[in-house]
């Protein structure tokens, strides 16, 4: 069975992904389009380069994720650093280290742009937040006069993982026509986490599907659950802004999905498991894999496509 297939952002709670498309590789589904917002592109980015659930498993829970956050020596000074950080590079780190592990992985099967990806196959969820609105990468480079081709894979996936104020906002600069007539502060676009304006971006293949005479299915991959309340301490304006960072992101487990969307969504419990709870153990991984794979087992053991 062919399916397209939409995955959820869901910072370290991604790993439950991975499982989920291990379930369905093991029940004969495979791939044709991926798309995907935060976590959730760096798993379609994986499956559109070619792993399968199998190694994709290996290689997240493999990982450690504290490794992404990286920043010099001197915004580690206590109190002063993390607030320096944030009002110089509007970040607490850089997210060069999620892009570069990301950019590793896909070099290993060949893909740096998005040329060496099929037409179609990936898309990309960000949220350009200068102009307020939705970036589909890779075509919606087009509206700044940006190559969508040429355009790192790594890249667009580190701008939809950029969780705002977590990590540094990626800059986009506008080209050719789109530059003309600007000052060159206003040449460049703040992008950040593609979850901010469409963390479950069910509608992406919908239009293009029914157009055809016999659809490719859409299958969402959900990640659900309250996370465990944990009262933030709050003692300055670094510790507001994760305050109120941690507390939107949360909001996404109480979303309504449409009726017609839910019977087509694999929803995971993600084990209380908190966004950017980086320091997630051994056993919370294993764990949130095998959740994934529970849910996916179920869903596809029940679930048959509208004809």
Same mark, same amino acid.
């Given at each position: 069975?062919?399916?397209?297939?939409?995955?959820?952002?869901?910072?370290?709670?991604?790993?439950?992904?991975?499982?989920?498309?291990?379930?369905?590789?093991?029940?004969?589904?495979?791939?044709? $389009?991926?798309?995907?917002?935060?976590?959730?592109?760096?798993?379609?980015?994986?499956?559109?380069?070619?792993?399968?659930?199998?190694?994709?498993?290996?290689?997240?829970?493999?990982?450690?994720?504290?490794?992404?956050?990286? $920043?010099?020596?001197?915004?580690?000074?206590?109190?002063?650093?993390?607030?320096?950080?944030?009002?110089?590079?509007?970040?607490?780190?850089?997210? +060069?280290?999620?892009?570069?592990?990301?950019?590793?992985?896909?070099? #290993?099967?060949?893909?740096?742009?998005?040329?060496?990806?099929?037409?179609?196959?990936?898309?990309?969820?960000?949220?350009?937040?200068?102009?307020?609105?939705?970036?589909?990468?890779?075509?919606?480079?087009? +509206?700044?006069?940006?190559?969508?081709?040429?355009?790192?894979?790594?890249?667009?996936? $580190?701008?939809?993982?950029?969780?705002?104020?977590?990590?540094?906002?990626?800059?986009?600069?506008?080209?050719?026509?789109?530059?003309?007539?600007?000052?060159?502060?206003? /040449?460049?676009?703040?992008?950040?986490?593609?979850?901010?304006?469409?963390?479950?971006?069910?509608?992406?293949?919908?239009?293009?599907?029914? $157009?055809?005479?016999?659809?490719?299915?859409?299958?969402?991959?959900?990640?659900?659950?309250?996370?465990?309340?944990?009262?933030?301490?709050?003692?300055?304006?670094?510790?507001?802004?994760?305050?109120?960072?941690?507390?939107?992101?949360?909001?996404?487990?109480?979303?309504?999905?449409? /009726?017609?969307?839910?019977?087509?969504?694999?929803?995971?419990?993600?084990?209380?498991?908190?966004?950017?709870?980086?320091?997630?153990?051994?056993? #919370?991984?294993?764990?949130?894999?095998?959740?994934?794979?529970?849910?996916? /087992?179920?869903?596809?053991?029940?679930?048959?496509?509208?004809?």
């Amino acid at each position: 069975m062919e399916i397209n297939a939409v995955f959820e952002g869901g910072g370290v709670k991604g790993i439950s992904l991975a499982g989920a498309v291990q379930a369905a590789e093991q029940a004969g589904v495979s791939f044709q $389009r991926v798309a995907g917002t935060s976590s959730g592109s760096i798993v379609s980015a994986m499956l559109a380069a070619g792993y399968t659930g199998e190694e994709m498993s290996v290689i997240i829970r493999g990982t450690s994720f504290t490794s992404f956050l990286k $920043r010099a020596p001197l915004y580690n000074t206590p109190i002063v650093g993390p607030a320096l950080r944030v009002m110089l590079k509007k970040g607490l780190y850089s997210g +060069e280290a999620l892009e570069s592990w990301v950019r590793g992985i896909l070099r #290993q099967r060949g893909i740096v742009t998005f040329r060496d990806l099929p037409s179609g196959k990936l898309s990309i969820i960000a949220s350009d937040i200068t102009n307020g609105r939705i970036v589909v990468l890779p075509e919606g480079l087009k +509206e700044y006069g940006i190559s969508p081709d040429q355009f790192e894979v790594a890249k667009a996936v $580190r701008m939809s993982c950029s969780i705002p104020y977590f990590f540094d906002p990626v800059l986009l600069r506008l080209n050719g026509e789109f530059a003309k007539g600007k000052s060159f502060p206003e /040449q460049f676009v703040y992008t950040v986490d593609g979850g901010l304006l469409s963390n479950f971006p069910m509608w992406l293949f919908d239009e293009h599907e029914n $157009r055809k005479k016999i659809p490719v299915p859409t299958v969402g991959f959900q990640m659900i659950g309250k996370t465990d309340p944990q009262p933030y301490r709050i003692t300055g304006p670094v510790t507001m802004l994760q305050a109120m960072v941690g507390t939107m992101l949360s909001a996404h487990d109480e979303r309504y999905i449409e /009726q017609e969307k839910f019977v087509r969504t694999v929803k995971i419990p993600t084990l209380g498991i908190g966004t950017t709870q980086f320091e997630v153990t051994k056993l #919370q991984s294993d764990e949130l894999y095998a959740s994934g794979f529970k849910a996916g /087992q179920t869903f596809f053991r029940e679930w048959r496509p509208k004809r």
